[in-house]
Every structure is written in structure tokens, then in C-alpha cells.
């Protein structure tokens, strides 16, 4: 009897782009039988407390939260390597002026509002849906918004302004290294055979996607938002390369690091960051 797992993903391009080749039947999936759940990355966070899928896209930052439910896979990061999310306004601000203001944050488990605590702790913030953050800055609902997700590259097509990128401050600050955002989990309880021939077979799909760009993308299309094809390849290129293969001991000092620090400043329970994937 095949078994049937469910990947809970959300519904934006570069995800669409790395399990393209689950949904267009493209590789071997050694008897396993995937269904799909999207949902934005919040609602992601809060389901993988429950443990209610067999594998789920979630924030790095939600991890230490859920490490007793499942591991960290080898395979689906999203990490920012020297750029990400950022805070944007409509008028230029200076980064110091920010904890004057109001950030709208697409979720408090989301890694981009830990780098913003790791950034600046004392930012006010207030939580918003991460697809209407700009139109919430653009037109005065909130002093400043946390942009994620395609966000990054079509702010300036509002007339927004930068303030932080916090990917180029993680990047300067730790002389290099990427900043993790999000990755893919499996559930423990499956056990560790089940959990290794999953890591495999989603890595493949990542794999077959990268080799078939073209193709991938044009699935992707559907869930790239307001982005022509132009952009939202370049979307998919930023987070979806080498490191969404495999992290590479680059990546997995990233982690370490992002979550330590985290950890030391009170903002997430502390785990034994260097047993958490699976191998």
C-alpha cells in the first residue's frame, strides 16, 4: 500500500518552483504518494506545533518550537545570501528613527521578525498578512511594513524606500554568512528510514527543478503574484539554488548561528542545534 504524505508549503512562487517535479510527476517517488497543502509561512508555523503534517515548509525561526516534533531536513532552504526581508516606508527614514515607529510583521514566528529583534529589539511592531504589508505602507494603515516573499523585489514599484535590508546587515554582520529564513521539516514519528528516503526524494525534486528551469517556472507562474516571468526568475534564483540542495556546512553555521544568538538574547528556547537534521 503506497503511503500518502502531505507537503504543507505556501502558495508563492518559489515554492511552487522547488515541487514542480512532484506535481508534474517528473521523478521516482519510491512508493510514497504526495498531496499538496498550501498556506501562508504564520499559518505554517502555528500547524507544525501541532504536528499535523508529515512535512511542512516552516520559519527557521519556529524550529526551536517544534525540534521535539520534527527534524530539520538537509533539503528546501530559503536562505538570503547577503540580501532578504526588509522594512519599507513611504517616505525616506533613517534605520536609528524606526523605534519611533510601527513595523506591520507578517508573523511572530516568522524569521524575519526574529532578524528584526536580532537588528533591533526595540522596534514596535504590530502583525499584518504578509501580502498586505506594502499596500498597508503605501497608503498610511501602518508607519512601516516587514517586507517577505516577492515583496522584496516589487517595493519599488509603490514608491517605497528602504530603510534596512536584513539580509545585507545578517551578511556584515557575520562576515558572510546567508541569512536562514525558512526550510523544510519532517515529522520524527515517521521514523528515521522514512525520514531519510523523504529528505532524498524532495531533494531530487529540488534538484530536477533547478536542471528544468524553464518548465518549473512556468508552473510556478500561478502562485508569482504580480511579477512578470522576468521577475519572478529572479525571485526563484534567489532562493532557490546550491543552499536549497543541500545547506553545505555554510548554511548549517548560519543556522547555528541565528538561532544561537536568538537564544542567548531570550527571543527562543534553546535546542541542540548540531543533532537537529536529518542525516
Not at 504518494?33 to 509561512?41: C, E, P, R, S, T
Not at 514566528?109 to 505602507?137: C, Q
Not at 503605501?138 to 523585489?153: C, F, P, R, S, Y
Not at 555554510?250 to 537564544?263: C, D, N, Q, T
Request: proline share 4%; with cysteine; net charge negative.
Amino acid at each position: 500500500m503506497r503511503k500518502k504524505i502531505i507537503i504543507a508549503h505556501s502558495p508563492d512562487s518559489d515554492d511552487a518552483f522547488m515541487f514542480y517535479a512532484f506535481a508534474a510527476e517528473k521523478i521516482d517517488t519510491r512508493g510514497y504518494v504526495f498531496d499538496h497543502y498550501l498556506h501562508d509561512i504564520q499559518s505554517l508555523n502555528d500547524d507544525a506545533e501541532t504536528g499535523r503534517f508529515e512535512i511542512s515548509a516552516v520559519s527557521i525561526h519556529a524550529f526551536p518550537y517544534i525540534a521535539d516534533k520534527y527534524a530539520l531536513m538537509t533539503c528546501g532552504a530559503s536562505m538570503g545570501d547577503n540580501y532578504g526581508p526588509m522594512v519599507v516606508t513611504r517616505e525616506p527614514v533613517e534605520p536609528d528613527a524606526l523605534t519611533q515607529l510601527t513595523v506591520a510583521v507578517p508573523g511572530l514566528k516568522t524569521s524575519a521578525y526574529l532578524a528584526l529583534k536580532l537588528w533591533n529589539p526595540h522596534i514596535k511592531t504590530v502583525v499584518m498578512p504578509f501580502d498586505r504589508i506594502m499596500e498597508g505602507v503605501e497608503k498610511g494603515k501602518v508607519d512601516a511594513g516587514l517586507l517577505i516573499h516577492e515583496g522584496q523585489l516589487t517595493w519599488k514599484d509603490r514608491g517605497l524606500y528602504s530603510v534596512i535590508n536584513l539580509g545585507e546587515w545578517w551578511y556584515k554582520l557575520t562576515d558572510g554568512l546567508p541569512l536562514p529564513l525558512g526550510g523544510n521539516v519532517v515529522r520524527r514519528d515517521l521514523g528515521q528510514k522514512t525520514m531519510q528516503e523523504l529528505n532524498a526524494i524532495l531533494r531530487e525534486a529540488i534538484r530536477y527543478a533547478i536542471e528544468h528551469k524553464k518548465e518549473a517556472l512556468s508552473y510556478a507562474m500561478k502562485y508569482a503574484g504580480e511579477m512578470d516571468t522576468q521577475r519572478a526568475g529572479e525571485f526563484v534564483s534567489m532562493y532557490v539554488n546550491d543552499l536549497t540542495i543541500d545547506y553545505g556546512e555554510r548554511g548549517r553555521e548560519a543556522i547555528r548561528r541565528f538561532l544561537s544568538m536568538a537564544s542567548e538574547r531570550g527571543l527562543v528556547p534553546k535546542i541542540p542545534v548540531e543533532s537537529m537534521m536529518v542525516l
